[in-house]
Nanobody
Framework: QVTVVESGGGLLQAGGSLRLSCAASGSIFSFNAMAWFRQAPGKEREFVAGIRKSDGSTYYVDSVKGRFTISRDNAKNTVSLQMNSLKPEDTAVYYC???????????????WGQGTQVTISS
């Protein structure tokens, strides 16, 4: 059984930065890809960023390009999402997902974390 755990959420003002981390039981290199999704109140869950195992390619939704960076730390066996220049519209529950059964952005993903809340005030 694989478990995925997110950490690093919080409440901060617009313009600030936050770093989310995702740890999975077992090596992250056992997964073909890892990604971050988010779900805002009243909205559907959306893809935010993903990273491919084979070549480290990264993918982002347009709304976060230039502000968010997904990376993996091999030594810590984690995947992180560095979020800069945060906006109130970034407020959501952020989920880490591992092992895509389809594409990086659409999945579906086999393993999911419980989510971590990110709230950005204006």
């Amino acid at each position: 059984q694989v478990t995925v755990v997110e950490s690093g959420g919080g409440l901060l003002q617009a313009g600030g930065s936050l770093r989310l981390s995702c740890a999975a039981s077992g090596s992250i290199f056992s997964f073909n890809a890892m990604a971050w999704f988010r779900q805002a109140p009243g909205k559907e869950r959306e893809f935010v960023a993903g990273i491919r195992k084979s070549d480290g390619s990264t993918y982002y939704v347009d709304s976060v390009k230039g502000r968010f960076t997904i990376s993996r730390d091999n030594a810590k066996n984690t995947v992180s999402l560095q979020m800069n220049s945060l906006k109130p519209e970034d407020t959501a529950v952020y989920y880490c997902a591992a092992n895509s059964l389809g594409t990086i952005s659409a999945g579906p993903y086999k393993y999911w974390g419980q989510g971590t809340q990110v709230t950005i005030s204006s």
